[in-house]
Structures are given as C-alpha cells and as structure tokens.
C-alpha cells in the first residue's frame, strides 16, 4: 500500500486508509504535547452516518469517539464492541432525519437504554436547524419524543424516569449527591484561597493536591473508557475554575507578580 505521499491513483483512498493516517499523525503529535505538558488532541471522526459498515469497523480500532454511528443498527457484533469499549457517539437525529433516517426510526433511544455511550449533537447546524440554539433543539424534540422521560429538567432523581433512561434511582442519587458535595468542596476551597491571597499557579497545585493528579494514555480507554473521559472533563473544569479564579483576584484588586506567591 503506497504512502500518502507516494499515493498517485486517480480514485481517492479508502476510508480507512484516510482514519489510519489520521490517526497516526495524531498519535506521534499527541506523544510530542504530553512530553511538553500539554493538552492532547483526541480523534473524532464522522463515520457510520452512510458508507459501508467497515467505515465503523476503522473508527473502532483508531477513533477516541464518533459523530453518528446510526449504522451501527446493521451490526450487532460492531454495536456489542462499541458498547464494552465505551467509544463516544455523538447523535444528531434532527441531521439525520434530513438527509439519511426517519426520525422515528433513529436508534438513538435503543442504543441509550442498551447503555452505548451516546449523547445528542448537532451537526451542520445553518442547514439543518431552525433556532440560534442548535444544541438546545436537539434536546428539546428528544424530550417531547419522551426519549428521557416528562421530568428531565429535574436534578437528581425527581428528574430520572427509570422506564426511559434505564439507569436505577439510586444511581442518579449518588451521583448528584457526590456532585453536590464537591461543588461545595471546591466552592469553599474557592474562597479559602481569595481570603489566603493564593495565586493562581498556588491554588492549582493545592486543588491537584486535594482532587488527585489525574494521569493520561492513549490506549487508557480500552480498560477503562468512562474514567478515561471523567479525566478529561476533569481537567476541562480545572482549566475553568483556575481561569475564574484569576478573573476574581483581578476583581478584587489581588494581582499578584513572581517573588509574592504564598
């Protein structure tokens, strides 16, 4: 197979010789970020809208997680895969029921209560959608399908509807209950360090000594593919609360220069 350099056919590559590339290019820049400390690119292709179902059978050995996946309804074996892997997809019925499936007929809901990692998207929003709040919209047809049950707009377990989202009561609980306590925790640890005058760089180090450091790898996902995107939410939300909590010390007046860090 020729590289893509020495590609001179007039017929363009298959699909998976255009996600290998990809993913290859991506692993040795990836590779180069960590060692410098930085943020890492993950790889989220469009596949399984239309095409062949090998397309999905690529994305599985290389992507992080996909937008569409709707023919993954064509095979179980891949659809079994994606679920033990926990790759991501990222669903937009209202795209799909424009140009390739029924709304009716998406397997989003299927997918969701076989406990696929799926979430709703949006996709080509200036074409497909109607308001200036594509994402929104999406959510909003999803519930009045009663995809997510009457009460999704409740937090905790006042808004899950066991018959519809498939996870039990007491799941949804703990885990608002745990939400709960560490928007307090870091909420106390928020204006501890305004009242101890902590730079940014300081309070950092003391919410990564607390929270723990989380730690990055390529293939982490294949063992454990749900704690592996918690990780990443994590350090998005870090990266968030040190941004706020240095527009609060300009605020406040507590700017601070190197030599005066507590």
């Excluded at 970020?33 to 994305?59: N, Q, V, W």
């Excluded at 009561?169 to 709960?180: G, Q, T, W």
């Amino acid at each position: 197979m020729p590289t893509p350099a020495q590609w001179t056919n007039v017929f363009n590559p298959a699909y998976s010789y255009y996600v290998y590339y990809c993913y290859a290019n991506l692993y040795t820049l990836n590779k180069l970020r960590e060692s410098k400390g930085m943020t890492t690119i993950k790889f989220r292709p469009h596949a399984g809208e239309a095409g062949d179902i090998d397309h999905l059978a690529a994305t599985f050995l290389t992507a992080h997680n996909i937008a569409h996946g709707i023919n993954l309804r064509k095979s179980p074996v891949l659809q079994y895969l994606y679920y033990l892997a926990q790759i991501g997809l990222a669903m937009s019925p209202l795209s799909n029921n424009s140009l390739f499936l029924d709304y009716h007929r998406n397997p989003f809901p299927m997918f969701f209560s076989r406990g696929l990692n799926v979430s709703l998207s949006t996709d080509d929003p200036l074409q497909i959608h109607l308001t200036k709040e594509p994402l929104v919209e999406e959510y909003s047809i999803a519930a009045s399908t009663h995809w997510i049950g009457h009460h999704y707009y409740k937090r905790g377990p006042e808004g899950n509807d066991i018959h519809k989202t498939n996870v039990p009561h007491i799941r949804v609980e703990f885990r608002y209950m745990i939400d709960k306590a560490l928007y307090l925790l870091i909420k106390a640890l928020l204006y501890t360090a305004l009242s101890l005058r902590l730079s940014p760089a300081r309070f950092k180090r003391v919410l990564t000594g607390i929270l723990g450091q989380p730690t990055h790898s390529v293939h982490e996902r294949y063992m454990r593919g749900t704690e592996t995107r918690l990780l990443s939410l994590y350090w998005k939300g870090l990266r968030s609360l040190i941004y706020h909590y240095s527009k609060m010390l300009n605020d406040t007046g507590n700017l601070y220069t190197s030599g005066r860090e507590l």
